[in-house]
Structures are given as structure tokens and as C-alpha cells.
């Protein structure tokens, strides 16, 4: 049974950092690329980063490009989000999925295996 977990979310003002990790279980974890997406209330999910398989890219929204830092640790099987510089516009449910689709990274469509997601939220 494949198991994804979010955790590290919380309550930051504006300016702080979050760490989000996200621990995995049951899926060969080494050979998926992972993803960050989040979910803002009355709004669509949507992409934060990406790494790839053997972390040789990442890519990231415009909207968090140079405060957010996605890395992972195949050993351990678990993806993280460092979230720094953060602003009331990043409050949202962070997700993190397992990409199984050749479609693009940045179509929620493309994951499978999604977390619970955990919540971030940040006063300003």
C-alpha cells in the first residue's frame, strides 16, 4: 500500500521558513519524480516544484522561484519543501505526489499516489 505523509505545516508570519517533509512508504521512491502542489481555499490545486528522479532538476513556480527549495533523500524515501521569505499569499494545504504520467509536471493530473496534505498558513 503506498502511503505518502505530509508533515512540518503550520502557523509562520509573514517573512518566516517552514520545512515540509513529505515521508513515503510502499512505492520504489528512487524512481519517481516527486512534486509540491498546494491548495488555497476557493481555489485550484496548483504546482509549487518539482525535483526529478535523481535530483538532476527541479523547477518551480514563478510565484515561489528563489524562496522555495525542494530536495529529497532516496534513502530515506522522503521529499522536503524548504519554504523561506514566506507571505500570506503561500497559506494553503501543501500537497506532495508521486508523478506516474508523462504528461506535464506541472498538471496536478500527471501524480498519483497524493498526501493528506498539511496546512500552512502564514499572518501577515
Known amino acids: 500500500q503506498v502511503q505518502l505523509v505530509e508533515s512540518g505545516g503550520g502557523l509562520v508570519q509573514a517573512g518566516g521558513s517552514l520545512r515540509l517533509s513529505c515521508a513515503t512508504s510502499?512505492?520504489?521512491?528512487?524512481?519517481?519524480?516527486m512534486g509540491w502542489f498546494r491548495q488555497a481555499p476557493g481555489k485550484e490545486r496548483e504546482f509549487v516544484a518539482l525535483?526529478?528522479?535523481?535530483?538532476?532538476?527541479?523547477d518551480y513556480a514563478d510565484s515561489v522561484k528563489g524562496r522555495f527549495t525542494i530536495s529529497r533523500d532516496n534513502a530515506e524515501k522522503t521529499v522536503y519543501l524548504q519554504m523561506s521569505s514566506l507571505k500570506p499569499d503561500d497559506t494553503a494545504v501543501y500537497y506532495c505526489a508521486a508523478k506516474i504520467s508523462s504528461t506535464s509536471y506541472r498538471e496536478s493530473r500527471s501524480y498519483g499516489h497524493w498526501g493528506q496534505g498539511t496546512q500552512v498558513t502564514v499572518s501577515s
Open positions: 510502499g512505492l520504489t521512491f528512487s524512481s519517481y519524480s
Open positions: 525535483i526529478t528522479w535523481g535530483s538532476s532538476t527541479t
